[in-house]
T-cell receptor
């Protein structure tokens, strides 16, 4: 089974802090994604990466950046956390376009 | 902006009934379609994938795809209280999956 691991289940950060959310997958998948999920808004794509050191903006990239230095690891960075970034963050990966996404357990981030 | 639309619900059905969940999408080029189940506070888990027109059955679940109408559905037979969750429809579009906002299903004992 594919395992996608997010480093933290719950995080509480202060406004203005730099926040790192880490994600690791163990199935040699090329493609990795970061989503956020908010009530009534569904899953929204922040960034994705289809190869090491490659990244593409999703639908809501503002206020975020990403890093993919190794194939198995995809990090989401909140440069200066704000209260409107309080959300559930979900990392996911798949091998190729027609494959289903496999999700990590999610990180519930609260920015105070 | 490519879109995936679902009725937010809640859809309430009695135990043992058939639950029917629907989804429409806007990208005519989409080739891969997925249904995910998400329990409150948990991450989505894959239930079904479907790639060609028609029906695909897996246990109590049947996915139906009609590309001409840009319509995907999920039928859950013999619904159980444990099926109570939010069901997300996902459609591939340009190397990424676009998700609907989900339909909340409640199965009454």
């Amino acid at each position: 089974d594919v395992k996608v691991t997010q480093s933290s289940r719950y995080l509480v950060k202060r406004t203005g802090e730099k926040v790192f959310l880490e994600c690791v997958q163990d199935m040699d998948h090329e493609n990795m994604f970061w989503y956020r999920q908010d009530p009534g808004l569904g899953l929204r794509l922040i960034y994705f990466s289809y190869d090491v050191k490659m990244k593409e903006k999703g639908d809501i990239p503002e206020g975020y950046s990403v890093s993919r230095e190794k194939k198995e690891r995809f990090s989401l960075i909140l440069e200066s956390a704000s209260t409107n970034q309080t959300s559930m963050y979900l990392c996911a990966s798949y091998r190729e376009q027609s494959s289903p996404l496999h999700f990590g357990n999610g990180t519930r981030l609260t920015v105070t | 902006q490519k879109e995936v639309e679902q009725n937010s619900g809640p859809l309430s059905v009695p135990e043992g009934a058939i639950a029917s969940l629907n989804c429409t999408y806007s990208d005519r080029g989409s080739q891969s379609f997925f249904w995910y189940r998400q329990y409150s506070g948990k991450s989505p888990e894959l239930i079904m994938s479907i790639y060609s027109n028609g029906d695909k059955e897996d246990g109590r679940f049947t996915a139906q795809l009609n590309k001409a109408s840009q319509y995907v559905s999920l039928l859950i037979r013999d619904s159980q209280p444990s099926d109570s969750a939010t069901y997300l429809c996902a459609v591939d579009s340009s190397y990424k999956l676009i998700f609907g906002s989900g339909t909340r299903l409640l199965v009454r004992p």
